[in-house]
C-alpha cells in the first residue's frame, strides 16, 4: 500500500485555529492577538482574520474595535459570505427581556 500524501494546508486556517486556542486559554489573549495580528499582516485581503480577530474582541467587551474588524471583514469578503459575516456580526441584545406590552 502507497502511503497516503497528506492533504496541502492553508496557512491561514492553521493560525485560525491556533489563534482560537489561545483565545479560550486563560492568560494567552495576548498570544491570540500575536496570531490574529499576524495573519492579518500577511494575508490583509483575507477576510477570516479580520473576522475572527473581530469576534474575540466581541467577546472582550470591545464592542468598537471590534467593529472595525467587522467592517475589514465585510470589505474583503467575497459576495457570497457577506450574509454569513452580516448574520455573525450583527449585534442584537445581549439577553431578550420579556415585552411588557403584552
Known amino acids: 500500500r502507497e502511503p497516503v500524501a497528506p492533504p496541502p494546508y492553508d496557512e491561514a486556517?492553521?493560525?485560525?485555529?491556533?489563534?482560537?486556542?489561545?483565545?479560550?486559554?486563560?492568560?494567552?489573549?495576548n498570544d491570540a492577538?500575536?496570531?490574529y495580528d499576524a495573519l492579518i499582516k500577511r494575508e490583509p485581503t483575507d477576510f477570516r482574520g479580520y473576522l475572527a480577530?473581530?469576534?474575540f474582541l466581541r467577546e472582550q467587551g470591545r464592542r468598537a474595535d471590534a467593529?472595525?474588524?467587522f467592517l475589514q471583514a465585510r470589505y474583503y469578503?467575497?459576495?457570497s459570505r457577506q450574509a454569513f459575516i452580516k448574520d455573525l456580526t450583527?449585534?442584537?441584545?445581549?439577553?431578550?427581556?420579556p415585552d411588557n406590552n403584552s
Open 13 to 29: 486556517t492553521l493560525d485560525l485555529l491556533l489563534a482560537k486556542v489561545y483565545s479560550g486559554w486563560r492568560g494567552h489573549d
Open 90 to 97: 450583527s449585534s442584537g441584545p445581549v439577553i431578550d427581556l
Open 53 to 55: 480577530k473581530g469576534l
Open 77 to 79: 469578503a467575497p459576495e
Open 33 to 35: 492577538f500575536a496570531v
Open 67 to 69: 467593529e472595525r474588524m
